[in-house]
């Protein structure tokens, strides 16, 4: 069984990139575009005409972000502040050692690395494969079958209430599964898990063929006031400029409308964090297939933004300087951080983390350290 979890991560992995560029296409169409006739606050043609050519001479990349990021609203003043998100991954991909993301891409490889250097990290129960087989993984990384029985006598054990059930690979929280746990077994609310219905539950028709078991975060209070049914996670980006870690941008994730996760394209919120401070600002906004009204205050709780203070903010960012320096060579990376009543714990490192939601809330990365950089190999005018 100890390569048994590496096959399964890497078939995995090259699915998810087949898949990746028409889904993106067909998303940039049906969402961005539908988007941009519903909103009437719009630039005249003219000028929308005349920034459309600046960015494309600018940056020589088709200028498909002023729809993406809404430059064409009157509100968007600034257009040469935003970089084409792709090519922002592009020239991370080009930075990043190879060889080193796996230590990123894979959840195990992750959280080893972090425990190595003493880093506080969400740790995995257990390892569950569509074959309807559950592995625990030893310390010396060897993985040994358990029966379902004593899966769940192990969460048991371990005191555990609540367990996520998350894909190895995989994003936008597909196949993301919170169940509860109890001491006569596993349940689905107050659905009753056996061995069959529970593989059942957790892979159904998903192409994805292994999970990891985490604990659910106890997430700190300030956070659960804004929305409580989801882990709110700081997205936090660092890059690794000539030996110095710097952080581009910031930004906070919300479940709402009942949703049990935070992820965005899942129909979560998103607000900027300041870096200096850790404040968040006034409005939030969704991505465009939830809409495209920004909000001042949380749907559900009716929590309002502006300027409410991150807990333990400074150590968020002096841990995923440290984590950051734990994974060079790799140099651009982006963090989930959950923030619990005794500080913040990792929950992942991102190698293609989703330029457009940090830059969207930054107001263009143009000018953040990574941007300076970039400037200087694509000779951009100052």
Same mark, same amino acid.
């Given at each position: 069984?100890?390569?048994? /979890?590496?096959?399964?991560?890497? %078939?995995?992995?090259?699915?998810?990139?087949?898949?990746?560029?028409?889904?993106?296409?067909?998303?940039?169409?049906?969402?961005?575009?539908?988007?941009?006739?519903?909103?009437?606050?719009?630039?005249?043609?003219?000028?929308?005409?005349? #920034?459309?050519?600046?960015?494309?001479?600018?940056?020589?990349? /088709?200028?498909?972000?002023? *729809?993406?990021?809404?430059?064409?609203?009157?509100?968007?003043?600034?257009?040469?502040?935003?970089?084409? /998100?792709?090519?922002?991954?592009? &020239? !991370?991909?080009?930075?990043?050692?190879?060889?080193?993301?796996?230590?990123?891409?894979?959840?195990? #490889?992750?959280?080893?690395?972090?425990?190595?250097?003493?880093?506080?990290?969400?740790?995995?129960?257990?390892?569950?494969?569509?074959?309807?087989?559950?592995?625990?993984?030893?310390?010396?990384?060897?993985?040994?079958?358990?029966?379902?029985?004593?899966?769940?006598?192990?969460?048991?054990?371990?005191?555990?209430?609540?367990?996520?059930?998350?894909?190895?690979?995989?994003?936008?929280?597909?196949?993301?599964?919170?169940?509860?746990?109890?001491?006569?077994?596993?349940?689905?609310?107050?659905?009753?898990?056996?061995?069959?219905?529970?593989?059942?539950?957790?892979?159904?028709?998903?192409?994805?063929?292994?999970?990891?078991?985490? /604990?659910?975060?106890?997430?700190?209070?300030? $956070?659960?006031?804004?929305?409580?049914?989801?882990?709110?996670?700081?997205?936090?980006?660092?890059?690794?400029?000539?030996?110095?870690?710097?952080?581009?941008?910031?930004?906070?994730?919300?479940?709402?409308?009942?949703?049990?996760?935070?992820? $965005? %394209?899942?129909?979560?919120?998103? *607000?900027?964090?300041?870096?200096?401070?850790? !404040? $968040?600002?006034?409005?939030?906004?969704?991505?465009?297939?939830?809409?495209?009204?920004?909000?001042?205050?949380?749907?559900?709780?009716?929590?309002?933004?502006?300027?409410?203070?991150?807990?333990?903010? #400074?150590?968020?960012?002096?841990?995923?300087?440290?984590?950051?320096?734990?994974?060079?060579?790799?140099?651009?990376?982006?963090?989930? *951080?959950?923030?619990?009543?005794?500080?913040? *714990?990792?929950? #992942?490192?991102?190698?293609?983390?989703?330029?457009?939601?940090?830059?969207?809330?930054?107001?263009?990365?143009?000018? %953040?350290?990574?941007?300076?950089?970039?400037?200087? &190999?694509?000779?951009?005018?100052?």
């Amino acid at each position: 069984m100890t390569v048994l /979890p590496e096959i399964f991560e890497r %078939s995995a992995e090259v699915v998810e990139k087949l898949v990746r560029l028409p889904n993106k296409t067909r998303r940039f169409v049906s969402e961005e575009i539908t988007a941009y006739w519903q909103i009437l606050d719009k630039k005249p043609l003219s000028v929308q005409m005349r #920034e459309v050519c600046q960015l494309a001479r600018y940056y020589r990349f /088709p200028p498909y972000h002023y *729809v993406k990021h809404f430059l064409f609203t009157q509100a968007k003043r600034n257009v040469l502040d935003y970089i084409p /998100p792709e090519l922002v991954t592009r &020239y !991370c991909r080009r930075i990043n050692d190879k060889e080193a993301v796996r230590l990123v891409r894979s959840k195990r #490889e992750f959280e080893r690395q972090m425990v190595q250097h003493r880093l506080p990290v969400v740790s995995s129960c257990y390892f569950v494969f569509k074959q309807g087989v559950i592995t625990r993984e030893t310390d010396e990384n060897v993985h040994v079958p358990v029966r379902y029985e004593t899966f769940v006598a192990g969460l048991v054990e371990r005191g555990l209430q609540q367990v996520f059930l998350k894909p190895v690979f995989g994003g936008q929280a597909n196949g993301v599964r919170k169940l509860n746990v109890r001491p006569d077994g596993i349940y689905d609310g107050e659905c009753y898990l056996d061995k069959t219905s529970f593989f059942s539950l957790v892979f159904g028709d998903h192409i994805f063929k292994m999970c990891i078991v985490q /604990p659910v975060i106890e997430q700190h209070v300030e $956070l659960s006031r804004i929305y409580p049914l989801a882990v709110n996670s700081v997205r936090i980006d660092t890059f690794d400029d000539h030996g110095t870690i710097r952080h581009n941008a910031a930004l906070l994730r919300l479940g709402c409308h009942g949703r049990i996760t935070d992820n $965005l %394209s899942a129909g979560g919120i998103m *607000v900027n964090i300041d870096l200096q401070t850790g !404040c $968040l600002a006034a409005t939030a906004r969704t991505k465009a297939r939830f809409g495209t009204h920004s909000i001042t205050r949380h749907p559900d709780t009716g929590e309002a933004f502006a300027g409410r203070q991150m807990p333990y903010w #400074e150590q968020v960012k002096e841990t995923v300087s440290r984590a950051a320096i734990a994974l060079r060579p790799v140099r651009a990376v982006g963090w989930d *951080v959950a923030i619990t009543p005794d500080g913040p *714990v990792l929950i #992942e490192a991102n190698d293609d983390y989703g330029i457009f939601s940090l830059q969207e809330c930054a107001g263009g990365l143009r000018y %953040s350290p990574l941007g300076r950089e970039m400037a200087r &190999y694509y000779h951009w005018p100052d």
